[in-house]
């Protein structure tokens, strides 16, 4: 079990290393959320995802947590979520990467783990997945650092997504997000 967790927590370190060395980009999110599976839970979700310069359509999701808190059957119920996993940009397929859009779907999936307490036996930690999507839109382009009359939507956005996440052992259930992406441009490699 030690050598497990370890090699996850090893592999949630090296995942955006090895993403940042050709990134071009980095989104942070944080937004509000609610869920569903038999409760009437709210909360907030944040996401850090590094983007892929060789396959720019990529990205590595270094951390997607959200704690989510509401009621379940007359009980307080509380529950964490960490995640790390895989997204793939659907609308970056165009090229050339001049081909910008201020619209962005993605897909993603992740895998990590879940904290649930609802004062019963069964509260505690297990695994957990998710699968979902969602949509990003940047208003305006801004200029890539270091580049000379280059441009692209970066900045601050709006981004809303719905995933499916299920948990060993508990029962699964939506969680839909809405709220605030920043897209961070990197300096452009010469």
Not at 36 to 56: A, H, P, W
Not at 123 to 138: D, E, H, K, M, P
């Amino acid at each position: 079990m030690r050598v497990r967790v370890t090699s996850l927590f090893l592999a949630v370190l090296l995942i955006p290393a090895l993403a940042f060395a050709d990134a071009h980009k980095a989104d942070y999110y944080g937004g509000g959320s609610g869920g569903t599976g038999g409760s009437k839970i709210g909360g907030f979700v944040q996401s850090l995802v590094f983007g892929v310069e060789r396959c720019r359509w990529l990205g590595a999701t270094a951390a997607d947590a959200s704690v989510q808190f509401g009621g379940e059957n007359g009980k307080d119920l509380t529950q964490f979520t960490y995640q790390f996993g895989a997204r793939v940009t659907l609308t970056s397929f165009k090229a050339p990467p001049s081909n910008d859009t201020k619209v962005k779907a993605f897909v993603q999936g992740g895998g990590g783990w879940a904290y649930t307490n609802d004062g019963t036996d069964k509260s505690g930690t297990n695994g957990a997945g998710s699968l979902g999507g969602g949509i990003q839109w940047f208003a305006h382009k801004v200029p890539v650092p270091g580049a000379t009359n280059k441009s692209a939507y970066g900045g601050i956005g709006v981004q809303a997504q719905l995933d499916y996440i299920w948990r060993s052992e508990r029962q699964g259930y939506w969680r839909a997000s809405a709220g605030v992406v920043y897209r961070f441009l990197h300096q452009e490699k010469r």
